[in-house]
């Protein structure tokens, strides 16, 4: 193949005339830049849905550990009423047993006096 022939310019032309540096586009790096955007904006992407589930899955441990503690806390305040129950009945039952101890003197003393009157 013969490639066709081109005059040289002559060193006169060469310094009169007028020289401009041009930036040689590549289409080639152009494409990997855009390949590189679209890879950096994935992997953001991704790990933004990356932190997304672990804050659902907290949020998920955390109502499940607030529910336990509101059960445990039923628990406690419904121990508590019937600890305050029994003690209000064991009050009342002392209550009636002094009174009926009280009773059982009284009769005791009265037998008492009926047997030394005797």
Do not use: Y
């Not at 022939?5 to 930036?23: C, F, G, I, V």
């Not at 932190?51 to 059960?71: F, G, K």
Request: aromatic share 4%; charged share 25%; net charge positive.
């Amino acid at each position: 193949m013969a490639w066709p022939r081109t005059s040289k310019p002559s060193t006169r032309e060469l310094l009169r005339a007028e020289h401009r540096l041009q930036a040689v586009r590549d289409r080639r790096s152009g494409r990997w830049v855009w390949l590189a955007l679209l890879l950096v904006i994935g992997a953001l992407l991704a790990l933004r849905n990356h932190e997304q589930a672990l804050h659902a899955q907290q949020v998920v441990a955390l109502a499940e550990e607030s529910r336990a503690l509101r059960t445990s806390l039923e628990q406690r305040r419904l121990q508590g009423q019937e600890s305050q129950a029994t003690q209000e009945q064991l009050l009342r039952r002392i209550a009636t047993l002094s009174a009926q101890v009280e009773r059982l003197q009284t009769d005791l003393a009265f037998f008492r006096q009926q047997k030394k009157a005797r």
